[in-house]
């Protein structure tokens, strides 16, 4: 939880199709006779699968990639944020007044156990743990995750590794900018016009990291930036449908993501 809009968003709209398992991740399964040898792994924001917006994402992207879309549950049953204290989304540019900065404090501090017990470093071993199972048992020839803020960060921390294949990180929180030049796999970017957790001028260095990486055939990665006007953090998983330009930037994420996994994996 890096600013107030860690806890804004929405709900949206539909059932999951997928099935819940033993221990407490999704799995949207690929379509019948589709090919099952590549997956995706869905790592969540700070609400876990305590919403159903990351079911109905993977649920999507799992039809439209035709493979298996694994969703763990990042906090055992326990996220540091319930759906009833989700606020609805600002647009960029707009300012957060004192009640948004008093409840997202109140909420910081009542879930500050909890942020502690599921902090990145300890998030990252259970997902390396959970991705080394699923490759065991299911023996993918490939692997791709994206993260939405919380799980943006994992998704930078899994790239400094060969673990899976390549990340989409979308509006993460806050990471060090180190980790950029120690990427090992090809990175995409969905990035928020307005972002605490990304704000532009970091976006930028990163950019510029890659940009000049790229330049050293031995140390070049894939990678692509793409940012949504009008957008504030979390809009990629916690979209507002109200809203024309956030419904549209929502949409065109998931349409990058695809886009992104049919090249990579």
Request: include cysteine; charged fraction near 25%.
């Amino acid at each position: 939880m890096s600013c107030p809009d860690c806890t804004t968003g929405d709900i949206l709209v539909g059932t999951p199709k997928g099935a819940t398992k033993d221990d407490g991740s999704y799995l949207a399964a690929a379509p019948d006779g589709s090919d099952s040898k590549r997956a995706v792994v869905l790592l969540t924001d700070i609400f876990g699968l305590g919403l159903d917006n990351p079911k109905i994402i993977a649920d999507y992207l799992s039809e439209q990639l035709k493979c298996d879309v694994w969703v763990p549950d990042l906090f055992k049953g326990k996220p540091p944020v319930r759906p009833d204290q989700l606020q609805m989304p600002q647009r960029a540019g707009e300012k957060i007044g004192a009640l948004r900065w008093t409840k997202f404090i109140f909420t910081a501090l009542t879930s500050l156990p909890s942020i502690i017990s599921t902090r990145p470093s300890v998030g990252e071993k259970r997902i390396r743990e959970f991705i080394n199972k699923i490759k065991a048992e299911h023996k993918y020839d490939t692997i791709g995750a994206v993260g939405y803020c919380y799980g943006g960060i994992a998704c930078v921390r899994l790239a400094v590794t060969d673990i899976i294949d390549t990340v989409v990180v979308c509006h993460p929180g806050r990471f060090s900018l180190k980790l950029i030049d120690q990427l090992v796999i090809p990175v995409a970017w969905v990035c928020a016009e307005d972002d605490f957790g990304f704000p532009t001028t970091k976006r930028k260095k990163a950019e510029e990291i890659l940009a000049e990486r790229a330049k050293d055939d031995k140390r070049a990665l894939a990678y692509e930036f793409q940012d949504y006007k009008g957008t504030t953090h979390g809009f990629a998983c916690r979209p507002n449908g109200q809203i024309p330009e956030i419904k549209e930037a929502f949409e065109k994420s998931l349409e990058q993501i695809v886009s992104w996994f049919n090249k990579h994996i």
